[in-house]
């Protein structure tokens, strides 16, 4: 049954979860590798029935992306996982045929009228509605969309798949990578944008690119994984991305998922997110919590808090 979700409203913009696929029983060790056994146990009274099946104890997860309505735009964050991807890595992910399109439609949308897509990184559950299959080609689903990511993510990604090399990337400050992005997701979701002149790579370095509108640089989880923040009217929104897969990473900053390509770095990002957005009261939208997807971060005498608005 079709459902359509709360609407946030920050200054003159309003922003809508568009689903793409609920991730309930997550084992927690295997999404954070670091857990120390029974730690579930000191942080579950933080962890609502929506996040942390006690029954199971497995985690919920959620994949999904934002539709932002701003200064006229249609604008999506994250483009998820998309349909008919070769993802063998990820076998909840591969060959996907889900009704995203018409979830997208049904909160007012149609493909053409898309103005922007804004990517927070270019890893699987991201960039996948970027395109879709055309009798046999990849072509870009929002064809009159403006697609808006790192270039250096652009230039890594570019370079593991086999096409123009990068031999500055990884940057050595990142420290050693422990993983790369799932091959296949270039090919199929990025390189198409670009053929067809709609992808606008950028330096994440908080520049407006759109008035209001910035890409704040929080890499880690990838190597040039950006944080996006929307002010207007006084108020801010953040759009977390994989800074954080779950709500307990809000109460141990220090743990890395194992998605993190780079995980030294991925501490710092965190912390440092965390404390951004407790200091600015923005309203965070997560990519991967369950629940309603959207929270504000709290700094308490032992550290940071969540609470789902
Ligand atoms: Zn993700």
């Known amino acids: 049954m079709q459902h359509l979700n709360k609407t946030y409203q920050i200054g003159a913009a309003t922003v809508t979860r568009i689903d793409e696929i609920p991730l309930p029983n997550v084992v927690p060790s295997v999404l954070y590798p670091d857990l120390e056994a029974g730690a579930l146990e000191h942080y579950e009274r933080f962890l609502g029935h929506g996040s942390y099946d006690r029954n199971t104890g497995t985690l919920t997860e959620s994949v999904h992306t934002w539709l932002v309505r701003f200064s006229g735009y249609t604008i999506l964050v994250d483009t998820g996982v998309g349909n008919g991807k070769t993802l063998p890595a990820a076998p909840q992910f591969d060959h996907l045929d889900l009704p995203y399109l018409d979830r997208l439609l049904a909160a007012g949308v149609q493909p053409e009228d898309v103005d922007f897509v804004l990517m927070t990184h270019v890893h699987a559950d991201h960039v996948g509605w970027n395109t879709r299959d055309e009798d046999g080609l990849w072509v870009p689903t929002f064809s009159n969309a403006k697609y808006i990511f790192s270039r250096t993510e652009q230039r890594y990604n570019a370079s593991l798949s086999g096409y123009k090399q990068a031999a500055d990337l990884p940057p050595p400050r990142l420290g050693g990578p422990v993983r790369q992005p799932a091959s296949n997701v270039y090919d199929q979701s990025v390189a198409p944008i670009i053929k067809s002149g709609l992808a606008e790579m950028i330096d994440v370095n908080g520049t407006e690119f759109l008035d209001g509108i910035s890409f704040l640089p929080t890499p ?5 994984h950006a944080s996006i923040r929307l002010r207007s009217g006084g108020q801010e929104a953040l759009f977390l991305g994989d800074v954080m897969h779950h709500p307990l990473q809000v109460y141990r900053p220090d743990l ?9 770095a991925s501490r710092a990002s965190r912390r440092w997110i965390l404390s951004y957005a407790s ?10 919590f369950a629940e309603s997807s959207a ?10 808090r969540w609470q789902f608005a």
């Open 220 to 224: 880690g989880h990838s190597v040039d």
């Open 256 to 264: 890395r998922s194992v998605y993190c390509e780079f995980p030294e």
């Open 279 to 288: 200091e600015s009261h923005a309203l965070c939208f997560t990519s991967h």
């Open 295 to 304: 929270g504000c971060v709290t700094r308490g005498t032992d550290g940071f």
